[in-house]
T-cell receptor, first 115, second 110 residues
């Protein structure tokens, strides 16, 4: 099946710094990718839909200036958590929908810890 | 608005017992519904989708539009079925958004 890869898998940063997480579709082109946030023992919360070549679409309550999304190519979307604070610590997961089957493939997730 | 509801956070059954994980959705259009599974320390992966109407690992799910449900069933649970199960709804074909339920942890006891 298709593969979606995230990097880094775990990052620790100081409060106030910015962190970039990459999401790549390795063997298919994805015009649309999705970013989710998962709190411990909770479900995935859709943060935004990343559209190649255009602005991301954010879900209600998600600060677009806080979580910058860039989808510069058909295989890469990035999520930048700007001026991170401890409350931003979470597990961030990206996904991409395969264009032929419509199946959603997930990255392995990136754990962000803000000190 | 909550689009996908999974009422049970935890479901414990004994090996060989039947399993039903409940999922209800709210969407006025034509929904695409999926079940995703996350085994321990692994990424989320697709288990099945209502369009394909297939059985995967013995699991089946039928879309009931009248009851707006998409319950996941298996007649005889196995220990290796223990995992987190998420029901997901896909809407808006242009953007293909996915919304997930809160998940149900299935624990199959020996």
């Amino acid at each position: 099946g298709a593969v979606v890869s995230q990097h880094p898998s775990w990052v620790i940063c100081k409060s106030g710094t910015s962190v970039k997480i990459e999401c790549r579709s390795l063997d298919f082109q994805a015009t649309t990718m999705f970013w989710y946030r998962q709190f411990p023992k909770q479900s995935l919360m859709l943060m935004a839909t990343s559209n190649e070549g255009s602005k991301a679409t954010y879900e209600q309550g998600v600060e677009k200036d806080k979580f910058l999304i860039n989808h510069a190519s058909l295989t890469l979307s990035t999520l930048t958590v700007t001026s991170a604070h401890p409350e931003d610590s979470s597990f961030y997961i990206c996904s991409a929908r395969a264009p032929d089957t419509g199946e959603l493939f997930f990255g392995e997730g990136s754990r962000l810890t803000v000190l | 608005a909550q689009r996908v509801t999974q009422p049970e956070k935890l479901l414990s059954v004994f090996k060989g017992a039947p399993v039903e994980l409940k999922c209800n959705y709210s969407y006025s259009g034509s929904p695409e519904l999926f079940w995703y599974v996350q085994y321990s320390r692994q990424r989320l992966q697709l288990l099945l989708r209502h369009i394909s109407r297939e059985s995967i690992k013995g699991f089946t799910a039928d879309l009931n539009k009248g009851e707006t449900s998409f319950h996941l069933k298996k007649p005889f649970a196995q220990e290796e079925d223990s995992a987190m199960y998420y029901c997901a709804l896909s809407i808006s074909r242009n953007f293909n958004k996915f919304y997930f339920g809160s998940g149900t942890k299935l624990n199959v006891k020996p």
